[in-house]
């Protein structure tokens, strides 16, 4: 039985208790929601570190991606370089062999078998197309040998360190002010604040290292023609770029040295957008995710998180923005300077539209996209337990 209140009817007593009930109830309810939410939109155990500390985690994540998934990026530049109309003709390994046959009939059922016109082995057309992501990654090994593949790695490592260590210290800076000044000022930006902070980051990581990118695209893009000729190194690759349009008047020289940053434009379309979608869509993902965990997520689910949101936002982003990947490799392999020098992003694009179409713009899609879903996942989540790892230290001193 309901006890009654002092100065009150049984009746209304009971019916005041009720009401009191569920009040109580819906304030439990709406208390669990709001714990909820802010467990959700909590940050990430962030470390007071200073930016070279922030730098040296981003560099070993930079490192480990970059060795990984070399063989997909390799794949993907040379089916883009492909559709642009660089030649891969050449060694064809041990599927051609020259025979003492002369000019045998091409419409034979062995198609492999090559033909001979005096001395000069003819190979049939399959030997130098690429059809796909496997089989780029078959026919490099068998014609140029299985290091091949990490064509390109030392370019690769010398612009993921420098590249991934002045863009996620800076993505983080920028962040946490951006988050502090809205969550103070304007509450209803601060969802934003992911997009915005990725796109000054890449930004000034973009224009910082360009250089070596173009070396990078440059070095896996063409393939070794002649045996026993080693191909040119980074310093090389733009060194030959510059040599090309050198003068002998100061000022010119000066100048020509813009050809290093030849698609920068197209660079920065591409990657501004990228790190856009990207953020956006990974810090809700893993913030989620860990708010499920609790207050105190552990090292397991700090990677666990991070990786599984930066796997589906790296593949996101990059699909999205693959048309632009494929107009910045194509200004990156044009070797007439002139022509490099007075090409747009535009032009590039509807270039590719009028060659190959829809299918043109997303040349090279899946190893594009089997490349970055990896390496955003395997650099933001080893970034992420670094700084774990050194706020959890800092805890225990």
Known sequence: MVASRPGLPSWM?????????????EQQTQNQKQNQKQNQSMPIPDANLSFGERAL???GAAFVSAILVNPLDVA????????AGVPYQGLCGTHCIETNTMLPDLRSSMPRTPSLIGSKTVC???????????????????????????????ASLTLAIPTVGIYMPCYDIFRNLMEE?????APNLTPYVPLVAGTLARSLACVSCYPIELARTRMQAFKQT?????LPGVWGTLTGAINPVKSTNPFQNLQSYRILWTGLGAQLVRDVPFSAICWSTLEPMRRRILGLVGNEPSAASVLGANFSAGFVAGSLAAAATCPLDVAKTRRQIEKDPTRALNMTTRQTLVEIWRDGGMKGLFMGIGPRVGRAG???GIVVSFYEVVKYAIHYRQLTE
């Open 181 to 185: 000044f809205t969550t103070q000022n």
């Open 124 to 154: 049939p057309p399959e030997c130098n197309q690429y059809k796909g992501t496997l089989d780029v990654l078959s026919k490099v090994i068998r014609q140029e040998g299985f290091w091949r593949l990490w064509r390109g790695t030392n």
């Open 76 to 83: 993907k530049t040379r089916l883009q370089a492909q559709a």
């Open 13 to 25: 007593s009971t019916a005041a208790t009720k009401v009191d009930a569920n009040f109580n109830r």
């Open 57 to 59: 985690s981003a560099a």
């Open 226 to 230: 002649q045996a026993g000729v080693k």
């Open 374 to 376: 990896p390496s955003v």
